[in-house]
């Protein structure tokens, strides 16, 4: 499914959408240019799984974990990484365990990672500054 947003509100409330809908062991497959709007979408995502937490980019950290909503969530990002060996090497596998959403920004560089069935979220910048055309595949909205 194509979304069109037309301000960050917007992308952050289509990420609550999503967010509410979600179960146990979710994996959201991100991809998209730097500064497109995925860390927005995640805050949406956040509040759709009841965290109240201020979610921010994992560029330094690679994971940061929320823990007090419906879901834990785990937001991690992948920019830094060279394959998906390093995944592994940061827990991966625990992280699934753990019953929480796992929303993997730049999901293209540990593709081979990811397990079949996981949600993919494409967002690209539309013709103004602010628009994003988000495609959702995986499930439905």
């Not at 994992?58 to 969530?73: A, C, D, S």
């Not at 991690?76 to 394959?83: K, V």
């Not at 949600?119 to 539309?126: D, Q």
Request: proline share 1%.
């Amino acid at each position: 499914m194509e979304f069109v947003t037309n301000s960050e509100h917007e992308t952050e409330e289509l990420g609550a959408r999503l967010g509410s809908k979600l179960g146990a062991g979710a994996v959201i497959a991100f991809t998209g240019d730097l500064g497109a709007g995925k860390t927005a979408f995640t805050r949406g995502l956040a509040r759709g799984l009841g965290i109240t937490d201020r979610v921010t980019s994992p560029t330094f950290t690679i994971v940061n974990e929320y823990e007090r909503g419906r879901l834990p969530l785990f937001h991690f990002d992948m920019y830094r990484l060279t394959s998906s060996d390093e995944l592994f090497d940061i827990g991966w596998e625990d992280y699934l365990a753990r019953g929480g959403v796992c929303a993997v920004e730049w999901s293209e560089n540990v593709s081979d990672a990811l397990e079949e069935g996981s949600i993919s979220v494409e967002i690209r910048r539309g013709v103004s500054d602010s628009q994003r055309i988000i495609t959702i595949e995986g499930v439905s909205l």
